[in-house]
């Protein structure tokens, strides 16, 4: 009885689809998160009578063959990185990207990290720096005078003095692009490590050709879309209940040849 083993295939391929939703789902307030979608394949197949072979001494060919497949495997779980919405903060150091490209985040053990989520904010040396103290490339200071600070749509940052003179330029934003940003790693905290399926991060200005440019006082929103998420949910739960019904099914008939006499 294949169809056990088949439809056991099926339950757990709707299991992860389900934990994929489900974290969605989780994070839809989550400052520049991505969603995922879970993506599969079917198995390998037993060739009970294989196409395309002489059926007899006449040379006639078998034109379909018999194929009986094993189920089903998840092929990736794909994230998804369309543009979320623009909300207002408040915040003079939030900042969202409009366009494509990554804020630049230094490891505390030396490594650059990325990421969509611009709520900053600035530590007690004046540097701009994410949620968790790591500083945002390239450090940033706010001079401790400053009495308000601009980022203009180039990144570019400006400190206005306390004396009300000409503001001044202390600072750019560095930015980071990749060839396929859905194979960079997610390591929590809204942050990616480059890997070799993302690509070597090409870096740039905000603004420059191919990157985008940067909003203040505003953030990235979720990109989940929480009418999709749930229709997906029903969907994957139904998918469950028929692998499941397969399995019952089966067991019936077993139970049936069982009470031959």
């Known amino acids: ?46 060739n ?17 063959g018999v194929q009986v497949g094993a189920g089903v495997k998840a092929g990736a779980v794909y994230r998804v990185t369309e543009q979320g919405n623009i909300s207002q903060s408040g915040n003079p150091y939030d900042l969202a990207i409009q366009g494509d490209g990554y804020f630049i985040v230094q490891l505390p053990d030396g490594r650059d990290a990325y990421t969509r989520a611009g709520n900053f904010s600035i530590n007690a040396d004046g540097q701009i720096v994410t949620h968790e103290g790591y500083v945002v490339s390239p450090g940033i200071s706010v001079p401790t005078d400053a009495t308000s600070v601009s980022i203009n749509a180039q990144g570019v940052v400006s400190a206005i003095p306390a004396d009300g003179s000409t503001p001044q330029d202390i600072g750019a ?65 139904r998918a469950y209940e028929m692998n499941s019904k397969v399995i019952t099914t089966t067991d019936q008939m077993l139970q049936t040849m069982t009470n031959l006499r």
């Open 173 to 237: 934003f560095e930015m980071a692009r990749f060839v396929n940003p859905p194979g960079l790693d997610a390591i929590g905290d809204n942050l990616f490590l480059e890997t070799a399926a993302s690509g070597t991060a090409n870096r740039g200005q905000p603004g420059a050709v191919g990157f985008g440019t940067l909003e203040q006082g505003y953030l990235e929103t979720s990109n989940v879309n929480a009418v999709t998420e749930i229709s997906d949910l029903i969907t994957a739960q």
């Open 48 to 64: 009970v009578e294989k196409m395309g072979v002489s059926s007899s001494d006449a040379n006639t060919i078998v034109p379909t």
């Open 1 to 46: 009885m294949r169809a056990l083993n088949t439809a056991a295939t099926g339950m757990q391929a709707q299991q992860l689809n389900v934990e994929v939703i489900a974290n969605n789902i989780a994070n839809m307030n989550t400052t520049g998160f991505k969603r995922q979608r879970a993506e599969f394949e079917d198995m390998l197949y037993q």
